[in-house]
Protein backbone atom coordinates (compact mmCIF):
# COMPACT_ATOMS: atom_id res chain seq x y z
CA UNK A 1 0.00 0.00 0.00
CA UNK A 2 2.84 2.49 0.95
CA UNK A 3 4.12 1.65 -2.49
CA UNK A 4 1.35 2.26 -4.52
CA UNK A 5 0.99 5.28 -2.94
CA UNK A 6 4.28 6.49 -3.60
CA UNK A 7 3.54 5.68 -7.38
CA UNK A 8 0.58 7.90 -7.17
CA UNK A 9 2.60 10.47 -5.85
CA UNK A 10 5.48 10.78 -8.24
CA UNK A 11 2.78 10.22 -11.22
CA UNK A 12 1.16 12.93 -10.25
CA UNK A 13 3.97 15.25 -9.61
CA UNK A 14 4.95 14.48 -13.25
CA UNK A 15 1.51 15.37 -14.68
CA UNK A 16 1.51 16.06 -18.23
CA UNK A 17 5.55 16.00 -18.42
CA UNK A 18 5.25 12.35 -18.05
CA UNK A 19 7.53 10.42 -20.78
CA UNK A 20 6.41 7.21 -22.25
CA UNK A 21 9.46 5.37 -20.88
CA UNK A 22 8.09 6.67 -16.91
CA UNK A 23 4.85 5.39 -18.38
CA UNK A 24 6.16 2.10 -18.88
CA UNK A 25 8.27 1.82 -15.49
CA UNK A 26 5.16 2.63 -13.41
CA UNK A 27 3.06 -0.02 -15.62
CA UNK A 28 5.60 -2.53 -14.67
CA UNK A 29 5.85 -1.21 -11.02
CA UNK A 30 2.18 -1.88 -10.50
CA UNK A 31 2.52 -5.09 -12.05
CA UNK A 32 4.83 -6.28 -9.92
CA UNK A 33 2.37 -4.84 -6.53
CA UNK A 34 0.13 -6.95 -7.54
CA UNK A 35 1.86 -9.92 -8.02
CA UNK A 36 2.64 -8.87 -4.52
CA UNK A 37 -0.88 -8.65 -3.64
CA UNK A 38 -1.86 -12.57 -5.40
CA UNK A 39 1.22 -13.70 -2.68
CA UNK A 40 -0.39 -12.13 -0.03
CA UNK A 41 -4.03 -13.31 -0.45
CA UNK A 42 -2.10 -16.60 -0.99
CA UNK A 43 -0.53 -16.69 1.99
CA UNK A 44 -3.85 -15.59 4.13
CA UNK A 45 -5.78 -18.05 2.97
CA UNK A 46 -3.59 -20.83 3.66
CA UNK A 47 -2.86 -18.92 7.05
CA UNK A 48 -6.76 -18.98 8.05
CA UNK A 49 -6.72 -22.98 7.08
CA UNK A 50 -3.20 -23.30 9.44
CA UNK A 51 -5.33 -21.28 12.17
CA UNK A 52 -8.47 -23.42 11.93
CA UNK A 53 -6.50 -26.50 12.28
CA UNK A 54 -4.71 -25.58 15.53
CA UNK A 55 -6.80 -25.73 19.02
CA UNK A 56 -7.31 -22.89 21.45
CA UNK A 57 -4.69 -25.03 23.75
CA UNK A 58 -1.90 -24.86 20.52
CA UNK A 59 -2.65 -21.04 20.42
CA UNK A 60 -1.74 -20.29 23.68
CA UNK A 61 1.19 -22.75 24.00
CA UNK A 62 2.84 -20.98 20.87
CA UNK A 63 2.49 -17.74 22.16
CA UNK A 64 2.93 -15.57 25.14
CA UNK A 65 1.64 -12.52 27.03
CA UNK A 66 -2.07 -12.40 28.36
CA UNK A 67 -4.87 -14.53 26.47
CA UNK A 68 -6.19 -11.45 23.87
CA UNK A 69 -2.13 -11.28 23.00
CA UNK A 70 -1.93 -15.21 22.72
CA UNK A 71 -4.79 -14.91 20.43
CA UNK A 72 -4.53 -12.26 18.15
CA UNK A 73 -1.02 -12.66 17.22
CA UNK A 74 -2.48 -15.63 15.05
CA UNK A 75 -5.22 -13.26 13.93
CA UNK A 76 -7.67 -15.49 15.40
CA UNK A 77 -8.94 -13.16 18.10
CA UNK A 78 -9.47 -10.22 15.56
CA UNK A 79 -11.53 -12.47 13.20
CA UNK A 80 -13.52 -12.90 16.17
CA UNK A 81 -13.90 -9.03 16.87
CA UNK A 82 -14.78 -7.99 12.93
CA UNK A 83 -17.50 -10.99 13.65
CA UNK A 84 -15.88 -13.17 11.54
CA UNK A 85 -16.60 -15.80 14.08
CA UNK A 86 -17.48 -18.72 11.67
CA UNK A 87 -13.74 -18.76 10.60
CA UNK A 88 -12.70 -18.89 14.17
CA UNK A 89 -14.65 -21.57 16.06
CA UNK A 90 -14.05 -24.98 14.36
CA UNK A 91 -15.95 -28.62 16.02
CA UNK A 92 -11.77 -28.69 17.70
CA UNK A 93 -12.62 -25.51 19.66
CA UNK A 94 -15.91 -25.89 20.66
CA UNK A 95 -14.85 -28.97 21.93
CA UNK A 96 -11.88 -27.80 23.82
CA UNK A 97 -14.78 -25.08 25.11
CA UNK A 98 -16.79 -27.42 26.18
CA UNK A 99 -14.41 -29.21 28.25
CA UNK A 100 -12.46 -26.17 30.24
CA UNK A 101 -16.26 -24.84 31.14
CA UNK A 102 -16.82 -28.67 32.68
CA UNK A 103 -13.12 -28.55 33.86
CA UNK A 104 -14.02 -24.91 35.80
CA UNK A 105 -17.59 -26.10 37.12
CA UNK A 106 -16.44 -29.13 38.52
CA UNK A 107 -13.64 -26.85 40.22
CA UNK A 108 -16.39 -23.85 41.37
CA UNK A 109 -18.66 -27.07 42.13
CA UNK A 110 -16.36 -28.84 44.42
CA UNK A 111 -15.46 -25.41 46.67
CA UNK A 112 -19.32 -24.41 46.59
CA UNK A 113 -20.15 -28.25 48.32
CA UNK A 114 -17.26 -27.72 50.30
CA UNK A 115 -18.28 -24.61 51.63
CA UNK A 116 -21.87 -25.81 52.28
CA UNK A 117 -20.48 -28.91 54.27
CA UNK A 118 -17.94 -26.80 56.25
CA UNK A 119 -20.67 -23.73 56.96
CA UNK A 120 -23.53 -26.31 57.67
CA UNK A 121 -22.01 -28.64 59.39
CA UNK A 122 -22.72 -31.72 56.88
CA UNK A 123 -21.04 -34.12 55.20
CA UNK A 124 -19.50 -33.94 52.02
CA UNK A 125 -21.99 -36.46 50.53
CA UNK A 126 -24.43 -34.34 52.22
CA UNK A 127 -24.13 -31.28 50.68
CA UNK A 128 -23.19 -32.91 47.52
CA UNK A 129 -27.11 -33.48 47.46
CA UNK A 130 -28.11 -30.19 48.46
CA UNK A 131 -25.62 -28.29 46.01
CA UNK A 132 -28.08 -30.97 42.92
CA UNK A 133 -31.26 -29.02 44.88
CA UNK A 134 -29.68 -25.56 44.73
CA UNK A 135 -29.09 -26.38 40.90
CA UNK A 136 -32.29 -27.64 40.14
CA UNK A 137 -33.84 -24.44 41.91
CA UNK A 138 -31.61 -21.94 39.37
CA UNK A 139 -32.65 -23.40 36.90
CA UNK A 140 -36.35 -23.25 37.83
CA UNK A 141 -36.14 -19.73 38.55
CA UNK A 142 -35.96 -18.47 35.17
CA UNK A 143 -33.61 -15.50 36.45
CA UNK A 144 -30.06 -14.78 34.89
CA UNK A 145 -29.74 -13.36 38.29
CA UNK A 146 -30.08 -17.00 40.34
CA UNK A 147 -27.30 -19.46 40.09
CA UNK A 148 -26.33 -22.63 41.76
CA UNK A 149 -23.32 -21.10 43.27
CA UNK A 150 -25.61 -17.74 44.31
CA UNK A 151 -28.30 -20.03 45.42
CA UNK A 152 -25.77 -22.41 47.98
CA UNK A 153 -24.39 -18.77 49.10
CA UNK A 154 -27.63 -17.65 50.10
CA UNK A 155 -28.40 -20.86 52.10
CA UNK A 156 -25.03 -20.21 53.67
CA UNK A 157 -25.85 -16.81 54.84
CA UNK A 158 -29.96 -17.51 56.13
CA UNK A 159 -28.04 -20.45 57.89
CA UNK A 160 -25.75 -18.35 59.88
CA UNK A 161 -28.05 -15.38 60.50
CA UNK A 162 -31.35 -17.52 61.69
CA UNK A 163 -29.11 -20.29 63.57
CA UNK A 164 -30.12 -23.43 61.83
CA UNK A 165 -28.82 -26.01 58.96
CA UNK A 166 -32.27 -26.97 57.66
CA UNK A 167 -32.79 -26.87 54.10
CA UNK A 168 -34.75 -23.78 53.06
CA UNK A 169 -37.66 -23.68 50.21
CA UNK A 170 -36.65 -22.42 46.60
CA UNK A 171 -38.44 -19.23 46.84
CA UNK A 172 -36.52 -18.46 50.21
CA UNK A 173 -33.49 -18.98 48.47
CA UNK A 174 -34.33 -17.62 45.38
CA UNK A 175 -35.31 -14.42 46.95
CA UNK A 176 -32.35 -13.89 48.82
CA UNK A 177 -30.03 -14.68 46.09
CA UNK A 178 -32.10 -11.52 44.19
CA UNK A 179 -32.34 -9.52 46.57
CA UNK A 180 -29.02 -9.56 47.68
CA UNK A 181 -27.64 -9.31 43.78
CA UNK A 182 -30.38 -7.63 42.00
CA UNK A 183 -31.40 -5.08 44.76
CA UNK A 184 -28.50 -4.44 46.16
CA UNK A 185 -29.98 -5.54 50.07
CA UNK A 186 -27.10 -6.62 53.09
CA UNK A 187 -27.36 -10.43 53.33
CA UNK A 188 -28.50 -9.23 57.09
CA UNK A 189 -30.99 -7.09 55.89
CA UNK A 190 -32.68 -9.88 53.38
CA UNK A 191 -32.33 -12.35 56.22
CA UNK A 192 -34.45 -10.44 57.92
CA UNK A 193 -36.84 -10.39 55.36
CA UNK A 194 -37.21 -14.06 55.19
CA UNK A 195 -37.45 -14.13 58.74
CA UNK A 196 -41.01 -12.18 58.71
CA UNK A 197 -41.76 -14.25 56.32
CA UNK A 198 -41.68 -17.27 58.21
CA UNK A 199 -42.90 -15.57 61.06
CA UNK A 200 -45.87 -14.67 58.89
CA UNK A 201 -46.79 -17.48 56.80
CA UNK A 202 -46.04 -15.09 53.78
CA UNK A 203 -43.39 -15.71 50.76
CA UNK A 204 -39.86 -13.19 51.07
CA UNK A 205 -41.10 -11.48 48.20
CA UNK A 206 -44.36 -10.86 49.49
CA UNK A 207 -42.80 -9.29 52.91
CA UNK A 208 -40.56 -6.95 50.58
CA UNK A 209 -43.36 -6.11 47.85
CA UNK A 210 -45.64 -5.53 50.95
CA UNK A 211 -43.16 -2.78 52.54
CA UNK A 212 -42.62 -1.27 49.00
CA UNK A 213 -45.98 -1.07 48.00
CA UNK A 214 -47.37 0.66 51.51
CA UNK A 215 -44.26 2.86 50.90
CA UNK A 216 -45.03 3.86 47.42
CA UNK A 217 -48.93 4.44 48.54
CA UNK A 218 -48.16 6.83 51.38
CA UNK A 219 -45.27 9.15 49.20
CA UNK A 220 -48.54 9.27 46.73
CA UNK A 221 -51.02 10.01 49.40
CA UNK A 222 -48.81 12.86 51.09
CA UNK A 223 -46.89 13.63 48.23
CA UNK A 224 -43.43 13.22 49.95
CA UNK A 225 -40.35 11.37 47.95
CA UNK A 226 -39.05 8.97 50.80
CA UNK A 227 -36.61 6.16 49.29
CA UNK A 228 -39.12 3.10 49.18
CA UNK A 229 -35.85 1.00 49.67
CA UNK A 230 -34.50 2.60 52.75
CA UNK A 231 -37.99 1.65 54.21
CA UNK A 232 -37.66 -1.75 53.41
CA UNK A 233 -34.29 -1.28 55.17
CA UNK A 234 -35.70 0.41 58.02
CA UNK A 235 -38.07 -2.64 58.61
CA UNK A 236 -35.95 -5.41 58.73
CA UNK A 237 -33.21 -3.50 61.09
CA UNK A 238 -36.32 -3.13 63.40
CA UNK A 239 -35.66 -4.94 66.80
CA UNK A 240 -37.84 -7.81 67.60
CA UNK A 241 -40.06 -5.94 70.20
CA UNK A 242 -41.38 -3.47 68.16
CA UNK A 243 -41.61 -6.07 65.35
CA UNK A 244 -43.29 -8.35 67.34
CA UNK A 245 -45.45 -5.48 69.04
CA UNK A 246 -46.88 -5.19 65.51
CA UNK A 247 -47.31 -8.71 64.88
CA UNK A 248 -44.56 -9.02 62.22
CA UNK A 249 -47.54 -7.36 59.88
CA UNK A 250 -45.04 -6.05 57.55
CA UNK A 251 -47.73 -3.44 56.21
CA UNK A 252 -47.74 -1.74 59.12
CA UNK A 253 -44.19 -1.44 59.85
CA UNK A 254 -43.93 0.03 56.95
CA UNK A 255 -46.53 2.55 57.75
CA UNK A 256 -44.98 3.14 61.27
CA UNK A 257 -41.65 3.64 59.76
CA UNK A 258 -42.37 5.75 57.06
CA UNK A 259 -44.55 8.18 59.85
CA UNK A 260 -41.60 8.41 61.36
CA UNK A 261 -39.22 9.45 58.91
CA UNK A 262 -42.14 11.73 57.50
CA UNK A 263 -41.88 13.61 60.57
CA UNK A 264 -37.98 13.94 60.49
CA UNK A 265 -37.42 10.31 63.11
CA UNK A 266 -36.56 7.38 63.14
CA UNK A 267 -38.93 4.48 64.48
CA UNK A 268 -36.81 3.09 67.27
CA UNK A 269 -36.67 6.74 68.32
CA UNK A 270 -40.42 7.13 68.60
CA UNK A 271 -40.17 3.83 70.34
CA UNK A 272 -38.02 5.85 73.35
CA UNK A 273 -40.33 8.43 73.35
CA UNK A 274 -43.54 5.78 73.35
CA UNK A 275 -41.74 4.41 76.74
CA UNK A 276 -41.08 7.84 78.24
CA UNK A 277 -44.49 9.27 78.05
CA UNK A 278 -45.72 5.74 79.87
CA UNK A 279 -44.11 7.13 83.11
CA UNK A 280 -47.24 8.76 83.08
CA UNK A 281 -46.38 10.67 86.48
CA UNK A 282 -43.24 12.36 84.86
CA UNK A 283 -44.89 13.07 81.69
CA UNK A 284 -47.37 14.85 82.35
CA UNK A 285 -45.22 16.91 85.03
CA UNK A 286 -43.23 17.80 81.52
CA UNK A 287 -46.01 18.30 80.03
CA UNK A 288 -47.67 21.33 82.21
CA UNK A 289 -44.26 22.98 82.69
CA UNK A 290 -43.08 23.47 79.53
CA UNK A 291 -47.56 24.53 78.77
CA UNK A 292 -46.13 27.27 81.53
CA UNK A 293 -43.01 28.19 79.74
CA UNK A 294 -44.58 28.34 76.13
CA UNK A 295 -48.37 29.92 77.60
CA UNK A 296 -49.86 27.68 75.33
CA UNK A 297 -51.95 24.45 75.51
CA UNK A 298 -49.75 21.09 74.80
CA UNK A 299 -52.26 17.89 74.91
CA UNK A 300 -50.36 14.51 74.69
CA UNK A 301 -53.37 12.34 75.71
CA UNK A 302 -53.49 10.95 72.63
CA UNK A 303 -50.02 10.48 72.32
CA UNK A 304 -50.06 8.49 75.39
CA UNK A 305 -52.30 6.18 74.23
CA UNK A 306 -51.11 5.34 71.21
CA UNK A 307 -48.05 4.34 72.90
CA UNK A 308 -50.20 2.10 75.91
CA UNK A 309 -51.39 0.40 72.39
CA UNK A 310 -47.96 0.31 70.51
CA UNK A 311 -49.20 2.37 67.71
CA UNK A 312 -45.45 4.00 67.53
CA UNK A 313 -47.16 5.58 63.86
CA UNK A 314 -49.43 7.74 65.85
CA UNK A 315 -47.42 8.69 68.62
CA UNK A 316 -44.87 9.84 66.10
CA UNK A 317 -48.12 12.09 64.46
CA UNK A 318 -48.73 13.56 67.55
CA UNK A 319 -45.50 14.47 68.73
CA UNK A 320 -44.90 15.79 65.79
CA UNK A 321 -48.40 18.05 65.87
CA UNK A 322 -47.29 19.01 69.76
CA UNK A 323 -44.05 19.93 68.62
CA UNK A 324 -44.97 22.44 66.19
CA UNK A 325 -42.25 23.53 62.84
CA UNK A 326 -38.78 24.41 62.98
CA UNK A 327 -40.10 28.26 62.58
CA UNK A 328 -41.45 27.62 65.95
CA UNK A 329 -38.74 26.40 67.76
CA UNK A 330 -36.28 29.06 66.50
CA UNK A 331 -38.68 31.87 68.10
CA UNK A 332 -37.84 30.12 71.18
CA UNK A 333 -35.72 30.88 74.11
CA UNK A 334 -33.44 28.07 75.38
CA UNK A 335 -35.33 27.58 78.83
CA UNK A 336 -38.72 27.11 76.36
CA UNK A 337 -37.02 25.07 73.71
CA UNK A 338 -35.92 22.44 76.21
CA UNK A 339 -39.20 22.29 78.35
CA UNK A 340 -40.80 21.65 74.67
CA UNK A 341 -38.17 18.71 74.19
CA UNK A 342 -38.86 17.01 77.90
CA UNK A 343 -42.45 16.97 77.39
CA UNK A 344 -42.33 15.33 73.84
CA UNK A 345 -39.79 12.79 75.12
CA UNK A 346 -36.52 13.63 73.70
CA UNK A 347 -33.32 15.76 74.41
CA UNK A 348 -33.33 19.81 72.59
CA UNK A 349 -30.66 18.21 69.85
CA UNK A 350 -32.99 15.23 68.79
CA UNK A 351 -35.97 17.85 68.70
CA UNK A 352 -34.10 20.57 66.39
CA UNK A 353 -32.41 17.58 64.61
CA UNK A 354 -35.94 16.23 64.04
CA UNK A 355 -37.63 20.03 63.21
CA UNK A 356 -34.90 20.33 60.67
CA UNK A 357 -35.47 17.35 59.00
CA UNK A 358 -38.74 17.35 58.87
CA UNK A 359 -38.52 20.63 57.25
CA UNK A 360 -35.98 19.48 54.90
CA UNK A 361 -38.46 16.38 53.36
CA UNK A 362 -41.54 19.22 53.25
CA UNK A 363 -39.52 21.47 50.77
CA UNK A 364 -37.98 18.66 48.44
CA UNK A 365 -41.49 16.65 48.83
CA UNK A 366 -43.17 15.81 45.43
CA UNK A 367 -43.64 12.39 43.59
CA UNK A 368 -43.34 10.84 40.46
CA UNK A 369 -45.82 11.55 38.46
CA UNK A 370 -46.52 8.26 37.20
CA UNK A 371 -46.73 6.68 40.66
CA UNK A 372 -49.10 9.54 41.92
CA UNK A 373 -51.39 8.84 38.85
CA UNK A 374 -51.83 5.09 39.59
CA UNK A 375 -52.12 5.70 43.17
CA UNK A 376 -55.46 8.00 42.34
CA UNK A 377 -56.42 5.78 39.67
CA UNK A 378 -56.56 2.92 42.17
CA UNK A 379 -58.53 4.82 44.67
CA UNK A 380 -61.30 5.58 42.25
CA UNK A 381 -61.52 2.33 41.51
CA UNK A 382 -62.64 1.91 45.35
CA UNK A 383 -59.67 -0.07 46.50
CA UNK A 384 -58.40 -0.16 49.99
CA UNK A 385 -55.41 1.09 51.42
CA UNK A 386 -54.31 -2.23 51.97
CA UNK A 387 -55.20 -2.72 48.62
CA UNK A 388 -53.43 -0.02 46.64
CA UNK A 389 -50.20 -0.94 48.74
CA UNK A 390 -50.43 -4.42 47.35
CA UNK A 391 -50.45 -3.58 43.68
CA UNK A 392 -48.04 -0.69 43.38
CA UNK A 393 -45.87 -3.10 45.50
CA UNK A 394 -45.67 -6.02 43.35
CA UNK A 395 -44.72 -3.14 40.34
CA UNK A 396 -41.99 -1.58 42.49
CA UNK A 397 -40.32 -4.70 43.35
CA UNK A 398 -40.59 -6.08 39.81
CA UNK A 399 -38.79 -2.65 38.63
CA UNK A 400 -36.01 -2.49 41.38
CA UNK A 401 -35.47 -5.91 40.21
CA UNK A 402 -34.91 -4.88 37.19
CA UNK A 403 -32.90 -1.78 37.60
CA UNK A 404 -29.38 -3.20 36.81
CA UNK A 405 -27.30 -2.28 34.31
CA UNK A 406 -26.57 -3.47 30.78
CA UNK A 407 -23.14 -5.18 32.04
CA UNK A 408 -24.65 -5.95 35.25
CA UNK A 409 -27.11 -8.17 32.65
CA UNK A 410 -24.46 -9.39 30.36
CA UNK A 411 -22.27 -10.50 33.16
CA UNK A 412 -25.38 -12.40 34.78
CA UNK A 413 -26.31 -14.09 31.34
CA UNK A 414 -22.69 -15.40 31.03
CA UNK A 415 -22.76 -16.82 34.40
CA UNK A 416 -26.34 -18.28 33.74
CA UNK A 417 -25.14 -19.59 30.22
CA UNK A 418 -22.13 -21.92 32.60
CA UNK A 419 -25.13 -23.82 34.57
CA UNK A 420 -25.39 -26.39 31.38
CA UNK A 421 -21.84 -27.11 32.54
CA UNK A 422 -22.40 -27.21 35.99
CA UNK A 423 -25.02 -29.60 35.52
CA UNK A 424 -22.38 -31.64 33.94
CA UNK A 425 -19.78 -31.58 36.58
CA UNK A 426 -22.62 -32.69 38.71
CA UNK A 427 -23.23 -35.65 37.02
CA UNK A 428 -19.58 -36.45 37.02
CA UNK A 429 -19.24 -35.49 40.86
CA UNK A 430 -20.09 -39.77 41.82
CA UNK A 431 -17.24 -40.69 39.26
CA UNK A 432 -14.26 -38.01 40.13
CA UNK A 433 -14.89 -38.92 43.76
CA UNK A 434 -13.77 -42.61 43.85
CA UNK A 435 -11.10 -41.27 41.30
CA UNK A 436 -9.74 -38.51 43.61
CA UNK A 437 -9.96 -41.63 46.92
CA UNK A 438 -7.42 -43.79 44.54
CA UNK A 439 -4.93 -41.32 43.75
CA UNK A 440 -4.74 -40.19 47.48
CA UNK A 441 -4.96 -44.36 48.29
CA UNK A 442 -1.79 -44.75 45.63
CA UNK A 443 -0.36 -41.18 47.08
CA UNK A 444 0.12 -43.12 50.63
CA UNK A 445 1.40 -46.28 49.10
CA UNK A 446 4.18 -44.46 47.63
CA UNK A 447 5.04 -42.17 50.40
CA UNK A 448 5.37 -45.67 52.49
CA UNK A 449 8.20 -46.99 49.51
CA UNK A 450 11.36 -45.74 50.48
CA UNK A 451 12.55 -48.06 47.69
CA UNK A 452 9.78 -47.32 45.02
CA UNK A 453 10.79 -43.15 45.48
CA UNK A 454 14.44 -43.91 44.88
CA UNK A 455 13.21 -46.18 41.63
CA UNK A 456 10.84 -43.30 40.47
CA UNK A 457 13.92 -40.57 41.19
CA UNK A 458 16.26 -42.73 38.96
CA UNK A 459 13.50 -42.95 36.31
CA UNK A 460 13.07 -39.26 36.46
CA UNK A 461 16.45 -38.55 36.33
CA UNK A 462 17.08 -40.79 33.18
CA UNK A 463 14.17 -39.53 31.59
CA UNK A 464 15.45 -35.91 31.65
CA UNK A 465 19.21 -37.00 30.41
CA UNK A 466 17.22 -37.96 27.39
CA UNK A 467 14.87 -34.82 27.49
CA UNK A 468 17.94 -32.77 27.47
CA UNK A 469 19.49 -35.61 24.32
CA UNK A 470 16.75 -35.10 22.56
CA UNK A 471 16.64 -31.39 22.57
CA UNK A 472 20.07 -31.10 21.19
CA UNK A 473 19.44 -33.62 18.36
CA UNK A 474 16.93 -31.29 17.43
CA UNK A 475 18.66 -28.01 17.66
CA UNK A 476 21.15 -29.67 15.99
CA UNK A 477 19.40 -30.54 13.16
CA UNK A 478 17.62 -27.58 12.57
CA UNK A 479 20.60 -25.35 12.48
CA UNK A 480 22.53 -28.25 10.23
CA UNK A 481 19.54 -27.38 7.77
CA UNK A 482 19.09 -24.02 8.13
CA UNK A 483 23.12 -24.04 7.26
CA UNK A 484 23.11 -26.33 4.37
CA UNK A 485 20.23 -23.70 2.71
CA UNK A 486 22.29 -20.78 3.06
CA UNK A 487 25.40 -22.57 1.86
CA UNK A 488 27.41 -21.96 5.05
CA UNK A 489 28.48 -25.51 5.28
CA UNK A 490 29.24 -28.47 2.88
CA UNK A 491 27.36 -31.77 1.97
CA UNK A 492 30.02 -33.69 3.61
CA UNK A 493 30.47 -31.75 6.47
CA UNK A 494 26.05 -32.09 6.65
CA UNK A 495 26.82 -35.79 6.84
CA UNK A 496 28.89 -35.88 9.89
CA UNK A 497 26.84 -34.01 11.75
CA UNK A 498 23.81 -36.29 11.12
CA UNK A 499 26.01 -39.40 11.86
CA UNK A 500 27.13 -37.29 14.87
CA UNK A 501 23.37 -36.83 16.09
Request: charged share 25%; hydrophobic share 40%.
Amino acid sequence: DSNRLRLEVKRKALGNDITNQQKEFFILQEGELDKQQQTLNIINAKNDKLQKQKGFFQLIRENAGGLADKLDKSGTLSKILSGNILKTLTPLRLFEIAVLGIFNAFKGLDKTTKDVAQQLGVSYHEAQGMNKEFSQIAQDSNSIFVTTQGVAKSQIELSKILGTNAMFTAEMLQTQTQLTHQLGLSAETSAEIAKLGLLTGKTSKEIASNVLGQSVAMNAANGTAITEKEILKEVAKLSSSIQLSMANNPIELAKAVQTAKQFGMELSAVDGIAGSLMDFESSITNELEAELLLGKNINLEKARQAALNNDLATVAEEIAKQAGSAADFAKMNRLQQESLAKAVGMSREDLAKTLQTQEILTKLGGQDASTKEAYNRLVKEGLSQDQIAAKLGDKKLADALHAESIQDRFNASLNKAKELFVQVANAMLPIIEPLADAVGYMASLISESTTFLKVLGSIAAVYKTLQFLGDNVYRTQVLTNAASKLGLITETQKGTIERFN
